[in-house]
């Protein structure tokens, strides 16, 4: 069970978009739509943002929204404001009940 | 207003076993709606899941780190428990609790996390 791939870093400026992928493989990503992401602020605990793929939580903006095509799931963030500059994690369902997180990506805000 | 908290010691020295307790208030730890985990992430590292259990018992580990990981929980005290064993420097992280339901594939509710050193 390996992690997933992130980018390290991705930035935009304010009212860009952008999109964070998240690669992992046919065991995981490619075999399930159970791609959920966490946004992290530093020394804060992670917040559920996108679960299932594309589903927003009640509370959640709906600048953000999730996809996935093949063993890549991505995170889009459109409208980039300044309160988006977190990590954001993905984590995918990796089948008998166990989970597999990717490194994260920070998303800095020019 | 769901919570959870996490505690146990800051330090634990090589070889020895990790213990932390995670207290759920504000919710029944004993829903048949919810597993309950535990997540750690090493400092300037990503996330990584550990572990989870059901309340009648039923445990789910991460493969790399079974051999080492127990979760147990007490419904009496709406608490659930992580041990690990024979840590070394690679295991000192911030250790999270969390709320995983049953119904959408999730971490949805967290705990504020507590960092475990190990060191002599």
């Known amino acids: 069970q390996s992690a997933l791939t992130q980018p390290a870093s991705v930035s935009g400026s304010p009212g860009q978009s952008i999109t964070i992928s998240c690669t992992g493989t046919?065991?995981?990503?490619?075999?399930?739509?159970?791609v959920s992401w966490y946004q992290q602020h530093p020394g804060k605990a992670p917040k559920l943002m996108i679960y299932?793929?594309?589903k927003r939580p009640s509370g959640v903006s709906n600048r953000f929204s999730g996809s996935k095509s093949g063993n890549t799931a991505s995170l889009t963030i459109s409208g980039l404001q300044a309160e988006d500059e977190a990590d954001y994690h993905c984590?995918?369902?990796?089948?008998?009940?166990?989970?597999?997180f990717g490194g994260g990506t920070k998303v800095t805000v020019l | 207003q769901l919570q959870l908290q996490e505690s146990g010691p800051g330090l634990v020295k090589p070889s020895e076993t990790l213990s932390l307790t995670c207290t759920v208030s504000?919710?029944?730890?004993?829903?048949?709606?919810?597993?309950w985990g535990w997540i750690r992430q090493p400092p300037g590292k990503g996330l990584e899941w550990i572990g989870s259990?059901?309340?009648?018992?039923?445990?789910y580990s991460n493969p790399s780190l079974k051999s080492r990981v127990t979760i147990s929980v007490d419904t009496s005290k709406n608490q659930f428990s992580l041990r690990l064993g024979s840590v070394t420097a690679a295991d000192t992280a911030v250790y999270y609790c969390?709320?995983?339901?049953?119904?959408?594939?999730?971490?949805?509710?967290w705990g504020q996390g507590t960092l475990v050193t190990v060191s002599s």
């Open positions: 504000g919710g029944s730890i004993s829903s048949s709606s919810y597993y």
């Open positions: 984590c995918s369902y990796a089948g008998s009940s166990t989970y597999v």
């Open positions: 299932e793929g594309s």
């Open positions: 046919s065991s995981d990503v490619g075999s399930y739509n159970l």
């Open positions: 969390a709320r995983q339901p049953t119904a959408i594939v999730s971490l949805d509710y």
């Open positions: 259990i059901y309340y009648s018992g039923g445990t």
